[in-house]
């Protein structure tokens, strides 16, 4: 039993050590704009990003950098409470706020803002992307969006949103046989078969 445990121990310092940066610091709340993190992601580049509940930071393996919401600057993120992160197949970063979604621009450093049919303003609670390349948007309570590839404007796909529980998007992926998963705060899991980017087919799964 002891030798058991002394095993578990090695593994799970073994298995953390990875995830001191460069200076070999762990993340600190003191380095972030807020200790309340609510995702966290890594892009192409190598940068770690980190969303909090009061700002967006980026972590380079020395310094850190914090994105904040300016309502006077509209290259600036939507808002400033992160709620969810994806890097893309072109590895472009998404950032979903509870107040809309924006796309780093790596070459400015700054953020390019999407709009929403009829001025709407959702929280993005999860990002995905398809096999045809086209970005999936879930949101809390106004169903499912898309951002065809090569497309600037986003489009409300009300095909996948028929039912009360369908308008909410907590978390949605797509597997490799080109299926949505949803879920969201209700007991149930969704998976959608899709073709020719409609759904032609749906299962629940109930806990």
């Known amino acids: 039993m002891r030798h058991l445990f002394q095993l578990l121990l090695t593994a799970s310092l073994l298995i953390a050590a990875p995830c001191k940066a460069g200076t070999g610091h762990l993340f600190t ?15 192409r580049y190598g940068y770690i990003w980190i969303g909090t509940e009061y700002g967006l930071n ?13 309502r006077k600057d509209s290259m600036t993120i939507s808002n400033n409470e992160i709620a969810s992160l994806f890097v893309d197949q072109e590895g472009r970063l998404w950032v979903g706020c509870s107040k809309g979604l924006s796309r780093y621009d790596y070459e400015h450093d700054n953020f390019i803002r999407y709009t929403f049919p009829d001025d709407r303003h959702p929280r993005v609670s999860s990002v995905c992307q398809t096999q045809e390349g086209d970005l999936l948007i879930g949101t809390a309570g106004y169903g499912l969006f898309s951002l065809r590839k090569g497309s600037r404007h986003i489009r409300y796909e009300d095909a996948f949103c028929k039912r009360n529980l369908d308008v909410f998007c907590s978390r949605i992926h797509i597997d490799r046989q080109g299926n949505l998963w949803r879920s969201s705060h209700f007991p149930t899991i969704t998976r959608v078969s899709i073709k020719e980017k409609k759904p032609i087919g749906m299962r629940d799964y109930t806990s």
């Open 29 to 43: 709340p003191d380095k972030l704009s807020s200790g309340l993190i609510t995702c966290i992601c890594q892009d």
């Open 58 to 70: 980026k972590f380079d393996g020395y310094r850190y950098t914090a994105y904040h919401h300016n």
